[in-house]
């Protein structure tokens, strides 16, 4: 079909335009800027991006996949309103936006599946924004090296399992979170990490430098157990290599994401209907799937089949999750890392 432009059509669309100038400038300013992940994990923000779009014609959801240091630099150099309006952040830099002030506090009247967010997992926020998700720290293990699968923590110290275990170095969120489980489980806790120290000098462990080497080691069968994502190990198996992986007794370590608007955030309400779509059992049940497993925060989430290996599926489960009291870590975190270092001989 051919359109055939004349003076008076083109007079005619100048008219309409001329006469509805404030609907097309309120179009032309509907962004939404949204900081995201990079790669496959940015999937489920894509899918709820397009849901939130088709609610609003001629709303552009931009997500940008970015470190958050870089997004850190770009909202402190903007004069004015930020050039992002919502951002995750994972629970140490979560504490570091708070006391920054490049988040603002949550209006729960506004995001009312809020009401709908685990208790314990709410409470991790301190009032800046929602929990979206949350990895777990688990134990994997290669099961053509184990005659025996580890049921918990504890297991790691298991004779059978020495000078086939591996670590990750204390840089990393999973380092810490692993260093901290076992002060807990032998009579420490984050004010008192000494037991812990002790504990994993006793495995004489090899060190995955980062949580990526880690999962290498374990693959390439140089070590046959070791602490480990969630979503790692998951990916890991998806491949096709006997990577099994533990949620272990007491309880496997939750890493929490949260998502937040952005201080001077041009679109407060569509972040705030960003935050509560976040939050619908439709999202969390989506990101819970595989290949992703993201766990999820609300309450009555069925979690699929797929990722029950994976993630927490019923109360009782949810109910033993651990989490890390980031508040008296985060600011020893340098001093943590050094005596690591020096104690593995990194």
Do not use: C
Request: no cysteine; charged share 20%; glycine share 6%.
């Amino acid at each position: 079909m051919s359109l055939r432009l004349t003076r008076r059509s083109i007079l005619a669309g100048a008219g309409a335009t001329l006469a509805a100038p404030s609907i097309l400038n309120a179009q032309a300013a509907r962004e939404l800027v949204i900081v995201s992940f990079a790669g496959q994990l940015q999937e489920p923000h894509q899918w709820l991006a397009r849901r939130m779009e088709a609610r609003h014609p001629g709303l552009r959801i931009r997500l940008v996949p970015s470190e958050s240091q870089d997004i850190v630099a770009a909202i402190k150099a903007a004069q004015g309103f930020s050039p992002f309006d919502a951002m995750p952040n994972g629970e140490p830099p979560h504490l570091i936006a708070q006391r920054d002030g490049y988040i603002q506090k949550l209006d729960a009247a506004k995001v009312p599946n809020a009401a709908n967010v685990v208790p314990e997992l709410m409470a991790k926020s301190a009032g800046f924004g929602v929990p979206a998700s949350y990895s777990l720290i688990g134990i994997a293990y290669n099961e053509k090296l184990l005659k025996t699968a580890p049921k918990s923590w504890a297991d790691l110290w298991n004779p059978e399992y020495r000078g086939k275990v591996a670590i990750p170095r204390a840089s990393s969120n999973l380092g810490l979170g692993v260093l901290v489980i076992a002060a807990r489980i032998f009579g420490g806790s984050e004010d008192n990490l000494d037991p812990g120290w002790a504990k994993l000098q006793e495995l004489k462990p090899q060190v995955g430098r980062s949580p990526t080497a880690l999962l290498q080691m374990l693959e390439r069968e140089e070590i046959a157990i070791a602490p480990i994502w969630n979503n790692d190990a998951a990916g890991a198996a998806a491949k096709g290599l006997p990577i099994r992986f533990v949620q272990p007794d007491p309880g496997p370590v939750a890493i929490i994401s949260f998502m937040s608007a952005v201080t001077n955030t041009r679109q407060p309400d569509l972040v705030n209907e960003w935050m509560n779509d976040i939050l619908s059992a439709e999202y969390q049940q989506f990101a819970a799937n595989a290949p992703y497993f993201f766990g999820p925060t609300v309450r009555g989430v069925t979690v699929p089949d797929a990722a029950k290996a994976y993630t927490p599926s019923s109360p009782q489960e949810v109910a033993k999750l651990q989490t890390v009291d980031w508040g008296k870590i985060a600011p020893n975190r340098g001093k943590i890392v050094e005596q690591f270092d020096r104690v593995f001989a990194l």
